[in-house]
């Protein structure tokens, strides 16, 4: 379980996050919502060990602290992320791809079950193994880069943004993926702008204004709260619910 206690990020004089407290357990999605600039990356980065901040809180991957420990250690204890942006390697395969995620001892004692797992998810990359990343569109880019994170056997995997540049058609594929890596066991944090879908597949849910939490319910209760539906999800949104 990753529990994050009290976290506080500053850059310089900038305070981008106060006093966050937050909890993810295997096999639940959790759905972070806030506008621009609210201090979402901030909080993914800072659990990743690459927040450029100055940060203070507790961060346990179950009671064990992450604090201070490098980004290849948080992946070696159980935690992968997939940036906005997706962060793949665009020079090198598919294949490449996959392999460099399970380049740490946590993601090698697994490797094949894992590969059988993201191929089960992604039968696309099956057929793409030898294309280069950079020339694969956006989603089949993002599915690049989820099936590299899951290559390291998380327990929580954490994405953010994995919508943005995606169709409709896309976005609801990327969703239901992201159900089928619950179903796994494992814990997903997920930033999201698309909080109509996201909601939809999460079980949980946490509002973020100016660095700081401002709710948290089932995601099934964010869904229908009319302060969340002005906020995040639009008027077409809460016509249709
Ligand atoms: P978005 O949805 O636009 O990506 P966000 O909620 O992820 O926004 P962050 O990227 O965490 O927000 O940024 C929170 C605040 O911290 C913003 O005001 C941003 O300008 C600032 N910030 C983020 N990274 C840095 C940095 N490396 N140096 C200085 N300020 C930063």
């Avoid at 506080?8 to 937050?22: E, F, I, K, N, P």
């Avoid at 090698?108 to 894992?114: A, L």
Wanted: aromatic share 4%; with cysteine.
């Amino acid at each position: 379980m990753l529990t994050i206690s009290d976290l506080s990020v500053s850059y310089g004089l900038h305070r981008a996050l106060t006093d966050v407290s937050l909890a993810v357990s295997p096999g639940e999605i959790v759905v972070m919502l806030g506008a621009n600039g609210a201090g979402k990356s901030s909080l993914l980065r800072a659990v990743a060990g690459i927040c450029k901040g100055e940060k203070s809180g507790r961060i346990d991957l179950n009671g064990k602290s992450l604090v201070g420990r490098k980004p290849d250690e948080i992946v070696e204890a159980g935690i992968a992320f997939v940036p906005e942006g997706r962060g793949i390697f665009g020079a090198l395969t598919v294949w490449e791809n996959l392999m460099l995620g399970a380049y740490s001892k946590r993601g090698q004692s697994g490797r094949d079950k894992n590969l059988e797992w993201v191929l089960e998810l992604f039968p696309k990359l099956v057929e793409r193994k030898d294309q280069v990343a950079r020339t694969m569109s956006g989603g089949e880019q993002q599915m690049v880069a989820i099936g590299r994170a899951m290559m390291a056997n998380p327990e929580i995997l954490m994405l953010d943004e994995p919508s943005l540049g995606l169709s409709p058609l896309l976005c609801r594929e990327l969703f239901g993926n992201l159900s089928h890596i619950r179903e796994m066991g494992m814990g997903v944090l997920l930033v999201e702008q698309n909080a109509k879908q996201s909601l939809a597949i999460a079980d949980r849910g946490y509002l973020i204004e100016n660095g700081e939490i401002t709710g948290e319910n089932s995601a099934e209760a964010m869904l229908k709260d009319p302060a969340v539906q002005a906020a995040y999800l639009g008027a077409e949104a809460t016509k249709n619910n």
